[in-house]
């Protein structure tokens, strides 16, 4: 009946042990490999977190129970994948990372009973990684989706598919690959957009160089990837021919806000490294963090902390009800994103010349935090579509009033 | 059992009712009166205002219902107020301004059964308005408590006080005043205040001149108190000796909060009137609302409003537990103040030359809104307690891991 | 040979005789009509206070020798106007007052003998003052000058011109008007305006009301101005039909930087006051000028002013070269207009309750720097230009390249 | 006499030079190693880019011409400084990359002729590094150098030093160190220290690991350097006893003013890369520099851009002057460090996914800039000093004004 902000007590247990995974388990792991998730062993190494995970209880929390996840839904996964970010290395372990997290999510919605067969189920259980392969080099789909280039042509017992797409995380060592492709329309219109499903060894798949991006946390890297040729059956097409762009948004509202809960960990983590080190240095006199402009700092990091969680709270709820919650998802991710790069690089300042190096983790997460504000949509993006639904509202109550 | 953020039935039909009557009924007077409550008659034109209210059923949504109100907890003001916000008149009318509402909330928490019988009674049903005697001039009680200069002291049958106030709000036509002064102890040192109550006209409480500030619809405004020889009796004492700043928390973490949500409402009108604007006015070859700088500051007033309001529900949520709520309020307030200001500065920049001028209410909601971010603890003094509160927690934190 | 920014003998001897004059003579005068030259007394004020000015030695600066003045280029003028922007009345003590100082200028450098003599001459010794009358409401010329909707027609002897004017500085008691209006193209299109010359007592010139804008400082408001079938001779004609808007440019350039110096002046008003309080009101256990959250508030002022300070050095010295410093005068004015705003904002939270009270000149310094992001074109407008160049050349350097 | 900013032609001659030698010959070479100067073959490489430079008639602007340099003052130094930060491995191609440029600069000014002839000779000449070893590890000197632990203590026949430093810029390969150690009174107290000379092969002295920072072009690292019972003779010292915080800031004002020319020639690059990227690509049905929001970071770059140079030029021609401009540089330098972060940040951001990647230097450039808000005095202590000099001088003020 009235408003409620209490953590169920099944998902409290939850929240619990993952905290004390990730802080017990998975932070030395990521502090002896300094982030680098290929330098630590890459996919071999993300089986043996992934075992230690199921362990400890705490693997898949995102999926579905039959699947061998704990079903958690979006309100309930935030204060779990939240502590799961407290670690670069903990998402991985969870099998909660992107993109594999939200193509289990967009699979279990869409996908039909052999596909979920076939792909949902080994990924479900950390059996194989996925790719999902959308984003597109200029003059490409990239921030604009409908500039998607990628074809899908019908042929002869299915769809031959060429095109070129880039950024595509985990793409090497992936076992399948999500596809986005246009089946009508012109690049820079909006319909006609088709999801397909092949396994990474179809021939006509090719995966080019590792993109070297400022993040290093990603098992398979942000890949180029090539369709060349590449046949695929009529029972590779995920749902329905030409809602490609519409089951996008399925996928793009939540792993947005699942993209907001593991890096907020990632930032609450670089806050308390940061205040434990003002905590106990000196400086002019007395400890650093009884300074006034030290204390400036902390306090902005506690409200920008705040801020995010709160806003993800509401975006959560809407996604929970069944709601697109397109405008809460998109405050949401664009503040979280400013807000994390803030308190991290606040952290960073608390620090002195510690904070810029590798002996403290804050100069690693500050790489690893930066790209969020133009990965999932750049701030600009969302900004634009905000604006556009607000201004156009107040058009239409215009021509209404007339 | 999981997270809950909707509204219920009876509070959105308040919430609607309210909207109906602020836009329909209170919008057009203060515009009438530039937004000078003064100008517009004072407390003869609150009485006019707080019955048009009752008439609409949306009277006193705070008070107890035993004293004519609506009963509302926190959680279930935010809405309501927020909508009596979008009028600078609006609380006013609702009798939901600063002090009264405050005074209300506190007398109904800490007043014995008599003392709510000669002052919360008439307070909660309009017909009478009260002062919170706190606050000094430089050296006495400003942004620091501890340094209360106003003393009481034991005398015949009660006790004396002595002391000088300012910024008193609502101290003119009050009818009677809750006064803060010091027991025991020092300036500089936190212990020992007591709250006193006394009716308007007692001897030796004089008010003095109207602090000429740049907000300007409190009724009553903000003034210099003196207390001069000042004899209450024993029965004056609220609550019990040298409990004062125990008291003032009590109502200062939900008085912070109802401010947040009159305020918000201010800040809302301010970006309704400017998105209304640019939603019609052309310039550069195109709507001004779809240029891409105005968008930028459309879509940041939309962040800045759900960020603030996503803080306020956290805070009012734990209000409503009984949780002290310190620091979920500072850190609401803090943002809020900061972000209100935010929305109506964009607000004026997006309507050019209209912005700055009497011909939209902007400029009026500048001036009203610019002290918040000052009242009730500048935003200094909050994250001076917000960091405390964390370093504190890191250094016990480090000494317990010796 | 090599850079100097030192300031000329006789400059640095009229600075400090301006400094002198507007500290003992104009700053009480504003303090005890609460910077309202209106109440003040308007323009009968305003001839007793250049009268002084004149018997200090300090009188017009800007104005060319043979009209009574010092004669001073942009880079000289700096440093004195910046003194007497100290109060808000004192650049109507110099004469050197928007529009007047403009106006002065743009005269100077395109009337011819006649114009000058009758416009000139006594504008420059203060015997009467004057209006530009370009901006119009919606959706004619306001931040987009290409709008002009005013039309100049030929009539009988010369010119027959209809149009609506508004936010026109100073209008009201005005012995003159510069009249900005289209002579060929169309609303939207650039070419085509033409500047001309009338005294305000001429038939078709009607002065409606003054809109109430935050700021009050101005002699005559800034007012709504009506050109009824206004009739004026070919000698009207300032320079040539059809380059008003190429006259702008000389007028604007320069008008921006005088803007911002009287605005600094204004600006560091306000930090010394605020500055003076927080070095001896204690708080917290120190003065609170010793507090690192007010030492940072004062060190951003400190920076912002010497910011603006040394971009106005820039785009003074390319105005004396002759140089039309298109680029440079949106850069200062930009970073000015939000910098002062800040330094003042900071002010007022730095003295806390007192300073958004009447008790110190910081809320009425707010007021009045407001509108600056606004006048003389608002920051979005500025960075557009500034944009439009920086992409422009990189678009040509591409072709270029091809 | 007047004010002149203009650039004098030998030293615009040698701008030319350094740009076109910049932009040939050391931007690809950067490219070529990702902007690693280790990778790129650490001294080896270096004494290659110096001969190259010196080819160029570019090399050692800043030495004394008696020792091959140009013998440039600050003015001077500052654009051709700049256009040799526009490549990372710029100002190590022209021997003025930190520390060994400061260095030069301070022995110009404090050695002995012995001294000269052994250090600086060889120094401006190229013929081998240097390094400065001041900054200590808490609790030492870091932020607070009055804070130095380092201690040198009288012993047969000149001093026996003993202590820890880190974060020596150049320490790997340097050819001799500048140690700052303690020689009267106590840590935390201000008076004491001397600089003293030694070979880097001197028993005694040990470098240690490399700190592993976010900026990777200079040659030697950062390191650890261990001075273990370092003996030296008297002709070690440089300067005076008991004179080091005094020269420390002979060497610092200048040197935070190099390091600004240097940072603003990579902010530069930076958004010159992004200009570029905006005024090619499309996106949402226009050239992306095209766009409101982008047109907005492009102009807020300009701005960053003209106000550093604006500050640097104040400060330096302060330093030229012979003032010890401690408040300029301070002000120039908080300034600069962070308007280069937000130059870069916003490239980055303009560049989406690109811009997080290797394709662009733009990723790169972030990691160097990112340590100079902590380098050269966090921008808090900046800050600090700044505030002290105003409240402090509004201190004096109010005391003598009793």
Redesign the interface.
Same mark, same amino acid.
């Given at each position: &009946?009235?408003?409620? =902000? +209490? !953590?169920?007590d099944d998902v409290q247990a939850l929240v619990d042990r993952t905290r004390g995974f990730i802080r017990g388990h998975v932070v030395p792991l990521e502090d002896a490999h300094?982030g680098d998730i290929a330098a630590a062993g890459g996919d071999e190494f993300r089986v043996e977190l992934q075992r230690a995970a199921r362990d400890a209880g705490v693997f898949a929390p995102h999926a579905p129970v039959e699947y061998g996840g704990h079903g958690l839904?979006m +309100?309930?996964r935030a204060p779990v994948f939240e502590e799961a970010g407290y670690s670069l290395f903990g998402p991985t372990a969870l099998n909660i990372a992107a993109p594999d997290e939200g193509n289990v999510h967009m699979l279990a919605h869409i996908a039909n009973p052999e596909q979920k067969q076939q792909y949902l189920a080994p990924l479900a259980h950390g059996d194989i990684r996925s790719a999902f392969a959308m984003?597109e080099p200029?003059?490409g789909a990239?921030?604009?989706p409908s500039?998607l280039a990628t074809r899908a042509v019908r042929a002869e017992g299915g769809w031959r598919i060429n095109g070129s797409k /880039? #950024?595509i995380t985990g793409a090497d060592g992936a076992g399948f690959f999500i596809i986005m492709a246009r089946t009508s329309g012109e690049p820079?219109e909006r319909g006609g957009a088709t999801m397909f499903l092949a396994p990474a060894d179809t021939a006509g798949i090719r995966v080019g160089r590792h993109?070297?991006? =400022?993040?290093r946390s990603m098992v398979g890297g942000?890949c180029e990837v090539f369709f060349e040729d590449l046949l695929v059956p009529e029972s590779a097409v995920l749902g329905e021919v030409d809602r490609g762009f519409e089951y996008a948004q399925v996928r793009l509202g939540p792993a947005r806000m699942t993209h907001v809960m593991r890096w907020l960990g990632a930032a609450r983590r670089g806050h308390d490294v940061a205040?434990?080190q !003002?905590?106990?240095? *000196?400086? #002019?006199?007395s400890?650093l963090?009884?300074?006034? &402009?030290?204390?400036?700092m !902390?306090?902005?990091n506690?409200?920008d902390i705040?801020?995010t %969680?709160? =806003?993800l709270?509401?975006a959560? /709820?809407e996604l929970?009800r069944g709601e697109p919650a397109g405008?809460?998802t998109s405050?949401?991710k664009?503040?979280a994103a400013e807000a994390i790069f803030r308190i991290v690089d606040r952290s &960073?300042?608390m620090c002195?010349?510690l904070?810029?190096?590798?002996?403290l983790p804050l100069?690693r997460l500050? %790489?690893e935090v930066?790209?969020f504000?133009?990965?999932d949509g750049?701030? *600009?993006v969302?900004? /634009?579509a905000?604006?556009?639904r607000? !201004?156009g509202a107040?058009?239409r109550?215009?021509r209404d009033s007339k």
């Open positions: &009946m009235a408003i409620d =902000l +209490s !953590v169920p300094d839904g +309100s309930d984003t200029a003059p990239g921030s604009d500039a /880039w #950024f820079g993109i070297d991006t =400022l993040d942000h205040v434990a !003002v905590a106990q240095r *000196e400086g #002019f006199g400890k963090g009884d300074l006034g &402009m030290i204390q400036k !902390v306090a902005d506690e409200i705040a801020a %969680r709160a =806003l709270t509401r959560c /709820w929970d405008n809460a405050i949401a664009t503040f &960073m300042q002195g010349g904070g810029v190096s590798g002996d100069a500050s %790489r930066r790209p504000r133009i990965y750049p701030s *600009e969302h900004r /634009w905000i604006a556009k607000t !201004v107040a058009k109550a215009l």
